[in-house]
């Protein structure tokens, strides 16, 4: 009862709108490998998976555990097409299943691996942050994590094709699984298989997708049930898609209005009166206007009268730190890649996308949007190292194969 009660509370914790919406990536690839490559590449894989035995401290007790990397056969029309690859933890110690829950997990991208979940945020193993919670120089290096959900939940992080060390068969068409629909399936068809080897029936299952890992997860959810009658006990979104403020609906600038506000009293770029403020104090209030006057005055559109339009754009700008004739210019509607260049365009700096504590440095201060995240090109470096070195210090799975923390995957 613990078990599922504590995990409701991670679910509802979890379920949230990320502060700052995913923006969809324009499909531009580049031009596929050969399918030849895939093949060999996908050959490099251990036939058998590889377990090991830990502990580590989660939640102020030592959870003993087993890890199993490894791979599971992606079928087409019963033709082994592909090989997805895994890391599993399971608690010891636990004789009845049906009262451990069951999590499988995922990123988004589309076209990362599951490495960002599995080791920043749930897994029992994460990167070392700085005391302010900033990723340090590479090489990266890991630490228990007392916020892992493994005291808790068993977990499975899925790396879909291309991703990781997932990858397609010799002779198989490289982007086969990079639709939406059929990335769906082709996870559908890991979770389906996995339950099944493992016995995992009877265990309460959950979803937690990240960014477009949850649009894989919605759909994930109607299909298991449709295709393969696997009736979930939960989705957990991390850092919801589909509220794109650029092109989203008025509600999106409400409540994407706080965020901006946090930032801006982050960096210093407030007047005195909010600046001086305690950040929870100051926030209560922006979060009130934002679902507010706000929200109703955008709503208004054409109807909105000049006097109601200026005094608006005079409290948005009080909060986020921008001038009130940029938030008159913008129609009262900052969208977000354009705060992230304009909040500190006068230093010659941006915002990060991911994390807007980061700041970075355009070489054109002039454009509209900044030209990279600099949360993520902080993180690249110490995830990668990390993940590498733990694949094949500690779950001793070594294969002479590229782990694809980015893939080349646009569904």
């Known amino acids: 009862m613990r078990n599922r009660s504590v995990l409701s509370a991670f679910i509802i914790c979890t379920f949230v709108l990320c502060s700052i919406p995913t923006l969809a990536q324009q499909p531009t690839p580049p031009p596929p490998p050969a399918a030849s490559k895939a093949g060999k590449e996908a050959e490099l894989l251990p036939d058998e998976p590889v377990v090991t035995q830990h502990n580590s401290r989660i939640n102020g007790q030592t959870v003993s555990y087993s890890a199993e990397a490894g791979w599971l056969p992606i079928r087409d029309d019963g033709k082994v097409t592909a090989k997805m690859f895994y890391i599993a933890y399971t608690r010891a110690g636990v004789d009845d299943l049906s009262a451990r829950p069951l999590v499988f997990s995922f990123n988004g991208g589309p076209g990362t691996a599951s490495v960002w979940m599995h080791m920043g945020y749930t897994g029992p193993r994460r990167v070392v942050y700085d005391d302010d919670g900033f990723a340090l120089r590479p090489p990266g290096n890991l630490e228990d994590n007392p916020h892992s959900i493994l005291d808790m939940a068993d977990i499975v992080y899925i790396d879909p094709i291309a991703t990781g060390f997932s990858r397609m068969l010799e002779g198989e068409e490289l982007h086969k699984y990079h639709g939406t629909l059929s990335d769906i399936q082709s996870v559908a068809e890991f979770i389906r298989l996995y339950i099944l080897r493992k016995d995992r029936w009877m265990s309460p299952k959950f979803l937690i997708g990240e960014s477009y890992g949850t649009t894989r997860a919605s759909g994930l959810a109607g299909y298991l049930l449709n295709q393969h009658r696997i009736f979930l006990n939960g989705v957990i979104l ?174």
């Open 238 to 411: 991390v850092s919801m898609t589909g509220l794109d403020v650029d092109r989203g609906p008025d509600i999106s600038y409400a409540t994407s209005l706080p965020q901006r506000a946090a930032t801006a009293w982050y960096h210093g770029q407030l007047s005195g009166e909010y600046q001086s403020r305690a950040i929870r104090d100051f926030l209560d209030e922006v979060e009130t206007f934002a679902m507010g006057d706000y929200l109703q005055a955008l709503v208004k559109g054409d109807r909105l009268e000049d006097a109601e339009r200026d005094a608006i754009a005079r409290r948005v700008a009080q909060y986020t730190g921008l001038t009130s004739d940029y938030v008159l210019s913008a129609n009262l509607r900052i969208d977000s890649r354009r705060f992230w260049k304009e909040l500190l365009r006068d230093q010659r700096l941006t915002v990060g996308r991911l994390d807007s504590r980061y700041i970075g440095v355009d070489k054109d201060a002039a454009g509209e949007n900044p030209e990279y995240d600099p949360a993520m090109s902080d993180w690249n470096g110490p995830f990668s190292d990390a993940v590498n070195r733990y694949l094949r210090e500690e779950l001793n799975y070594n294969p002479d194969l590229e782990y694809n923390v980015w893939g080349n995957v646009r569904p």
